[in-house]
C-alpha cells in the first residue's frame, strides 16, 4: 500500500466488502460538519463506500442505494443526522443550492457528495476528497486527499485504524 504524504493516501480495493469495510473505518471517525467528496466514473464504487461510512458512522437506517433520490438521510440512535448528496443527476449548483445543499454543508450532520465537481462552487475547500478509479471487474483504486488540518488528522487516524500504519 502506497502511502503518499501527510495529506494523501491511495491503496487498492480487491472487492465491494473490502470498499465497505474502509467505509466503515472513515464512518467511525466522523464528527459533525465533516465534508466527504466521493469522485470518479459510474460504477467506480461511490455509493459501496458511501454505504459503508454510514454504517461505520452508526446508521439505524437500512443504508441503499440512492438511485432515485438526490439526497439520502441516515439516523443514528443519539438524533444525529448523516447526509448523502448524490450530485449526478443535476444540472448544475444551481440546482443543488435549490435543493438546500448549502444548509446541509451549514449544519451538524456530516456530509457525502457524490460527484462533487458537478457542485464544486457549493463545496467548502476544508474537505476529504476521495477518488475511485475502475481497475478491473472487482479492484478499485482509491486515492483519498485531505484540505485542511481537521482533514490532515483524519486521514492520519483513518491511516491508522485501516492499515494499522
Ligand atoms: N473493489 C470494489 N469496490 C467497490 N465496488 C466494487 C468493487 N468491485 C466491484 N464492485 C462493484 O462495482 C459497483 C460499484 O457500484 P456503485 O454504485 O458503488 O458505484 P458508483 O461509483 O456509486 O456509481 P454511480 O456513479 O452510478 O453512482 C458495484 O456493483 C460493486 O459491487
Ligand atoms: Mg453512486
Request: proline share 4%.
Amino acid at each position: 500500500m502506497p502511502i503518499l504524504d501527510d495529506r494523501s493516501l491511495e491503496f487498492l480495493s480487491h472487492s465491494p466488502e473490502q470498499t465497505q469495510r474502509l467505509g466503515v473505518r472513515l464512518g467511525e471517525l466522523l464528527k459533525p460538519g465533516d465534508l466527504i467528496c466521493l469522485a470518479g466514473d459510474l460504477g467506480s464504487g461511490k455509493t459501496t463506500l458511501a454505504q459503508g461510512i454510514a454504517r461505520g458512522w452508526g446508521s439505524l437506517d437500512q443504508v441503499t442505494s440512492p438511485s432515485f433520490m438526490l439526497i439520502n438521510e441516515y439516523r443514528r440512535a443519539d438524533a444525529a443526522r448523516l447526509f448523502h448528496f448524490d450530485a449526478y443527476r443535476l444540472s448544475g449548483v444551481g440546482e443543488a443550492i435549490a435543493l438546500g445543499i448549502e444548509e446541509l454543508l451549514e449544519g451538524t450532520g456530516p456530509v457525502i457528495v457524490e460527484w462533487p465537481e458537478r457542485v464544486a462552487e457549493a463545496l467548502s475547500h476544508q474537505r476529504l476528497w476521495i477518488s475511485l478509479r475502475w481497475m478491473d471487474d472487482l479492484r478499485r483504486g482509491i486515492h483519498i486527499a485531505a484540505n485542511g488540518l481537521r482533514y490532515e488528522r483524519l486521514l492520519l487516524k483513518f491511516r491508522q485504524a485501516a492499515f494499522g500504519g
